[in-house]
């Protein structure tokens, strides 16, 4: 049986909780559930050039998504999100403008990649700047 072939595009982001971090981004999180499940996963996204855009590629690769078209930008950091709990256990989250995912940029490698999926996944932040929108 063929496995699927996926594009997931979008946020890839650490959530900062005040007991640590966790690497989040709905499309990144999407790109390791399908990757577990035996899907061909490629994850189309922009990271900083600093250390959680490198721990963020290593996540995924673990997962064995193919990171090729992983955009690396030098001038805007890698997303995070601040996550805070209320008593209750409900979540409020302060996403942080700037983040490298809002500059991401179409090139040929990307679609060429789309041509050959099966399916795209996409998510709603990595639509927010007109850059990468």
């Not at 399908?34 to 290593?58: C, E, F, H, K, P």
């Not at 942080?96 to 179409?106: E, K, R």
Request: proline share 4%; glycine share 10%; net charge negative.
């Amino acid at each position: 049986m063929k496995h699927p072939t996926i594009l997931s595009l979008g946020e890839v982001l650490w959530d900062l909780f005040p007991d640590g971090e966790r690497f989040g981004g709905a499309p990144a999180n999407f790109a390791c559930h399908a990757a577990v499940q035996g899907a061909d996963v490629t994850m189309l996204s922009a990271v900083g050039d600093d250390q959680y855009g490198r721990d963020a590629i290593r996540f995924l690769s673990a997962y064995g998504i193919d990171v090729s078209l992983m955009q690396v930008i030098s001038e805007t950091p890698t997303g995070t999100v601040g996550v805070e709990v209320d008593a209750d256990g409900k979540p409020t989250f302060v996403i942080h403008q700037g983040s490298a995912w809002d500059n991401l940029t179409w090139n040929d490698a990307i679609a060429s990649r789309i041509a050959t999926v099966d399916a795209v996944y996409f998510g709603t932040l990595g639509q927010r700047d007109l850059v990468s929108r």
